[in-house]
C-alpha cells in the first residue's frame, strides 16, 4: 500500500525557474525522505526530514514538513537540465522500520 | 565505494518461464531489501532481510516469489512460474542500520533495478 501521494503528478518548467513538488501523507511518521529516480536509474537520497524538523537544506534543495497537515515540501531551486527526474516521498512510521512510498512526481526541465 | 550491484538489467521471458535476479549490497550493510516498481508507481517492498533472516517477508506472493540470502550479503529473488502480471522493475536496496536502529532513520541505497517484461 502506497500513503505518500506527491502533487503534482507531472510537472514542466524553464530551465532556472524553482520546481516545487508536495507530499502528503495518511499516518504518523517518524521521519520523511525525497528521492530522485532518473530514467534507468535506481533511486537516490536526497534528502530526511525527522518529524520534529520543519525545514531542512541541501545545496539546491529544500524541504519543509508540516506534521499538523500531513505534508511536505520539495522546492528546487535555479532548477538545471540534470534535474529532470521523478521525485518520490517516502515515510518512515515509529514503530515500523518500512518505507511507504508515493507514486512520484515527474520533473521536465526544459533548457 | 561501489555501490548496490543489480544484474540482469533487463530480463524478457515468456509467461510462466522462472526467473531469477540477483543482487550484491553495499560493503557491511546489513540490510538488504527487494521492491517491486510497477510503471508510474512508487516502490513496494516485497521482502527485507536483516543479514541472513527474511525478518519481513509479508508482501511476498509465495506462490510464485522465493528469496534467499545465504551468506548474508549477495541476494536472489525468484518468481517461478512468472505471470504477465508481474511485469515491472525490481529493486535491491541496502543500509546499515540493521535491528532497532532500522526504526529510527532508514536511508537506504538503491541499485539500478532489473526490468522484467513478461510476454
Known amino acids: 500500500s502506497q500513503q505518500g501521494e506527491e502533487d503534482p503528478q507531472a510537472l514542466s518548467i524553464q530551465e532556472g525557474e524553482n520546481a516545487t513538488m508536495n507530499c502528503s501523507y495518511k499516518?504518523?511518521?517518524?521521519?520523511l525522505q525525497w528521492y530522485r529516480q532518473n530514467s534507468g536509474r535506481g533511486l537516490v537520497h536526497l534528502i530526511l526530514i525527522r518529524s520534529n524538523e520543519r525545514e531542512k537544506h541541501s545545496g539546491r534543495l529544500r524541504v519543509t514538513l508540516d506534521t499538523s497537515k500531513k505534508s511536505s515540501s520539495l522546492l528546487i531551486t535555479a532548477s538545471r537540465a540534470a534535474d529532470t527526474a521523478s521525485y518520490f516521498c517516502?515515510?518512515?512510521?515509529?514503530?515500523?522500520?518500512?518505507?511507504?512510498w508515493g507514486a512520484g512526481t515527474k520533473l521536465i526541465i526544459k533548457p | 565505494e561501489a555501490g548496490v550491484v543489480q544484474s540482469p538489467r533487463y530480463k524478457i521471458i515468456e509467461k510462466k518461464q522462472p526467473v531469477a535476479f540477483w543482487c550484491n549490497p553495499i560493503?557491511?550493510?546489513?540490510?538488504l531489501y527487494w521492491y517491486r516498481q510497477n510503471l508510474g508507481q512508487g516502490p513496494e517492498l516485497l521482502i527485507r532481510y536483516e543479514n541472513e533472516e527474511a525478518v519481513d517477508d509479508s508482501q511476498l506472493p509465495k506462490d510464485r516469489f522465493s528469496a534467499e540470502r545465504l551468506k548474508g550479503v549477495d541476494s536472489t529473488l525468484k518468481i517461478q512460474p512468472a505471470e504477465l502480471g508481474d511485469s515491472a522493475v525490481y529493486l535491491c536496496?541496502?543500509?546499515?542500520?540493521?535491528?532497532?536502529?532500522?526504526?529510527?532513520?532508514?536511508?537506504?541505497?538503491f541499485g539500478p533495478g532489473t526490468r522484467l517484461t513478461v510476454l
Open positions: 560493503s557491511g550493510h546489513n540490510t
Open positions: 499516518t504518523s511518521i517518524n521521519n
Open positions: 536496496a541496502s543500509s546499515s542500520l540493521p535491528g532497532l536502529a532500522a526504526r529510527a532513520a532508514d536511508t537506504q541505497y
Open positions: 517516502a515515510t518512515q512510521k515509529d514503530s515500523n522500520y518500512q518505507l511507504i
